[in-house]
């Protein structure tokens, strides 16, 4: 059975705790971190703990005990993303990709235009939120490094207000249409996306070719990259200067899409190396609207 979150599952979550089932699932705050998943049980139960109820939990329980659960926080407007599957190695895929379309048919009730879900590469779940409906459409490599301590030079900037237009120009150069279909085709959409954090801005001919975010989400630094057609080197001398000024002693975290190999190569000779390889998935919803319905009026 299929159902949310009770004031009564606390002991069942522990029991489904010390069976030591892993999150397949990597949501920004948990990428880079040790999979060490539970030491914020309570989160889980968010809605009956805090009159802000913001995360969206369901269980599977078969009867007798707790199998697996989904959990969800929002983003943006009408997004959410899956912050927890926790599913037994085990477990039926046809279960869990019942779970995930049941998440789906939630979110649809709450106005959620899409799911959006990272699992590793290789996870045993992948298959199952295929058969849910969740449909990959980027692989990405994280890379762990620094801090960065190098003498280098930068001709580029801050971000700066009237920015948007242009940047989302550079993001419609670079990022591939199935990508930006899963995502954000429109500035309205982009700005839900991309927003915060330090922020530095190369251009050419007045025209952004590489911009770098570097935020902090949950205590990480994380690293934001997107670049045209520039040169690996180039690309090492403005990230080098951007993190040498900007990333303090902390290591820094970032994710690389695989159409961005020029960005991998200058992390790589900051001394970045490859921490795991993902794939990033969305479900897009059928939401209700309010049609507008035309009257006719007696002159």
């Not at 990022?175 to 922020?199: C, I, S």
Request: proline content about 6%; aromatic content about 8%; overall charge positive.
């Amino acid at each position: 059975m299929i159902r949310p979150v009770r004031p009564t599952d606390l002991v069942g979550l522990a029991a489904l705790q010390r069976r030591g089932y892993p999150n397949e699932a990597y949501g920004r705050r948990a990428l880079g971190r040790e999979r060490d998943d539970w030491t914020d049980l309570l989160r889980v139960l968010n809605p009956l703990v805090s009159f802000e109820i913001r995360r969206h939990t369901l269980l599977f329980d078969d009867g007798d005990r707790l199998m697996g659960l989904v959990s969800t926080l929002p983003f943006g407007r009408g997004y959410w993303e899956v912050d927890r599957l926790v599913w037994p190695p085990d477990g039926r895929p046809q279960d869990c990709a019942e779970l995930l379309r049941r998440l789906g048919l939630d979110a649809a009730e709450h106005g959620v235009e899409r799911i959006y879900l990272r699992l590793a590469s290789d996870s045993p779940v992948l298959g199952a939120a295929r058969s849910a409906g969740f449909i990959p459409y980027r692989t990405e490599t994280l890379y762990r490094g620094g801090p960065v301590r190098l003498q280098m030079e930068s001709s580029g900037r801050p971000r700066r207000r009237g920015d948007d237009l242009a940047l989302f120009r550079l993001y419609c150069r670079v990022v591939p249409l199935t990508v930006r279909q899963a995502e954000a085709m429109t500035l309205t959409e982009w700005r839900q996306w991309f927003r915060g954090g330090r922020q530095l801005i190369v251009e050419e001919a007045g025209e952004p070719v590489l911009w770098a975010r570097l935020g902090t989400v949950e205590d990480q630094l994380q690293l934001a990259v997107e670049a045209g057609d520039l040169p690996a080197p180039v690309i090492t001398r403005h990230l080098g200067a951007f993190l040498s000024r900007h990333g303090g002693k902390k290591a820094v975290i970032g994710l690389v899409a695989d159409y961005q190999p020029h960005v991998a190569a200058a992390l790589e000779a900051l001394g970045f190396g490859p921490a795991g390889q993902f794939v990033s998935l969305v479900r897009h919803q059928t939401v209700r609207v309010e049609a507008k319905k035309l009257v006719p009026v007696r002159a």
